[in-house]
């Protein structure tokens, strides 16, 4: 089956624009995670949705950045007035874990942004 | 405060032999452990998991060991293919949350 597919592959910006990174997951998956991975780092945690809901944002760094999955299943993250700091590969994840189970996270190709 | 630390930025090692991926963590409330490989402009695509009721796990050429006691899990590939170059990452979960905390990665190299 169709894995997860995020949208787009690449995004340059400017400095101090808005942009919008979207993610499809797994069919059927209730919990979706974002991730952001700098150049030799891990991947390091921004949100966690179940569902609809964001039951966990603690990876969020601050509030330029904010994230939604309205109808629980795409979610987009939005990012308000880049700053080159910002530049990463931006990593979508998909399980279907439940509350209080633990799971296997399933990863997007992610979206590269460049920040001018 | 890196709670998940992989020690070897990278490992070069010859087809056929063994390949063994070494991570350590410190926080007590991780219970589920996975593996994760990485291509060049690609997802970390999942390997391998070990729930911490166990102390090892096999899949095909691919074993994860966990010792709880020091913390310390570990990747076996046997025998290693050219095709298994590549990053990989391991990471730690809890019951408790849903996200994954990752180590820094190492880059393997299998030479032919």
């Known amino acids: 089956g169709a894995g997860v597919s995020q949208t787009p592959s690449n995004k340059v910006t400017e400095k101090g624009k808005y942009v919008e990174l979207r993610c499809d997951p797994i069919s059927g998956h209730t919990a979706l995670y974002w991730y952001r991975q700098s150049l030799g780092q891990g991947p390091e945690f921004l949100i966690y949705?179940?569902?609809?809901?964001?039951?966990?944002d603690s990876g969020l760094p601050n509030d330029r950045f904010f994230a939604v999955r309205p109808e629980g299943s795409v979610s987009t993250l939005k990012i308000q007035r880049t700053e080159r700091g910002d530049s990463a590969v931006y990593l979508c994840?998909?399980?279907?874990?439940?509350?209080?189970?633990?799971?296997?996270?399933?990863f997007g190709p992610g979206t590269r942004l460049t920040v001018l | 405060d890196q709670q998940v630390k992989q020690n070897s930025p990278s490992l070069s090692v010859q087809e056929g032999r063994i390949s063994i991926l070494n991570c350590d963590y410190t926080?007590?409330?991780?219970?589920?452990f996975l593996w994760y490989k990485k291509y060049p402009a690609e997802g970390p695509t999942f390997l391998i998991s070990i729930s911490s009721i166990k102390d090892k796990n096999e899949d095909g050429r691919f074993t994860v060991f966990l010792n709880k006691s020091a913390k310390h899990l570990s990747l076996h590939i046997v025998p290693s293919q050219p095709g298994d170059s590549a990053v990989y990452f391991c990471?730690?979960?809890?019951?408790?949350?849903?996200?994954?905390?990752f180590g820094q990665g190492t880059i393997l190299t299998v030479h032919p």
């Open positions: 926080n007590s409330m991780f219970d589920y």
């Open positions: 949705f179940q569902g609809t809901g964001a039951a966990d």
């Open positions: 994840a998909s399980s279907s874990k439940r509350p209080g189970g633990t799971d296997t996270q399933y």
């Open positions: 990471a730690a979960t809890s019951t408790s949350y849903g996200k994954l905390t």
